[in-house]
């Protein structure tokens, strides 16, 4: 079992795995069940929930230097070969990871210091949808060489209220040791563009 991280915590993955190079980041949610029912009920706003993961990479100063350093459904794999998405999941159906991302640490460039790992909800305005409407969010990783799970960060929905946007955690890079810190922060940002301009 891994580590259950509250808001705020870090850990070093070099210490919980030696040797660490490759790993799997794995995002989940559920879309909170509608009050209500009825015939109209059923009908109101109960589209489903398209949460979008995505990998900042950042250098030592903290800034987002080139788009390509922006992996997400639209670029699935950083042109180093390190981060690889596995895909968009339109609804967060199903039990377990709903979106995965392979980090081999080993391949990142040297001026990637800090990978920040997001989560935003595709057309929000339009759809009228925030975090409100999610429940279980979590993002864990996974030692691939073993499969063993070294920590997760479970979100609480309450305080997300109007929000549209979360960083969920990041690793990065002190003095030359890989760690984690689980972030939990929502934002307000129509799309990943505005989440992204932040660490422009």
Not at 17 to 42: E, H, I, N, S, Y
Not at 132 to 157: C, H, I
Not at 185 to 199: Q, T
Request: hydrophobic content about 40%; glycine content about 12%.
């Amino acid at each position: 079992m891994g580590i259950n991280l509250q808001k705020g915590q870090r850990i070093s993955l070099s210490k919980e795995a030696p040797g660490l190079t490759k790993l799997m980041c794995g995002l989940g949610w559920d879309v909170a069940k509608r009050a209500g029912g009825g015939l109209f009920g059923a009908f109101s706003n109960t589209q489903d929930c398209d949460l979008d993961a995505s990998v900042l990479c950042l250098n030592q100063d903290g800034k987002l230097r080139e788009i390509t350093n922006v992996i997400y459904y639209g670029n699935l794999a950083h042109k180093s070969g390190a981060i690889t998405h596995l895909g968009d999941n339109l609804t967060g159906a199903g039990s377990g990871d709903d979106e995965q991302i392979i980090v081999d640490l080993s391949r990142l460039p040297r001026e990637i210091n800090k990978l920040i790992f997001t989560v935003n909800i595709f057309q929000c305005v339009a759809r009228k949808q925030d975090f409100s409407q999610v429940q279980n969010a979590f993002v864990r990783l996974v030692n691939t060489s073993n499969n063993q799970e070294l920590a997760k960060y479970n979100l609480s929905g309450s305080e997300y209220q109007g929000m549209t946007g979360m960083v969920m955690a990041e690793i990065y890079n002190h003095n030359n040791e890989w760690k984690m810190a689980a972030i939990g922060n929502g934002v307000k940002a129509n799309g990943l563009e505005e989440l992204v301009r932040a660490y422009a």
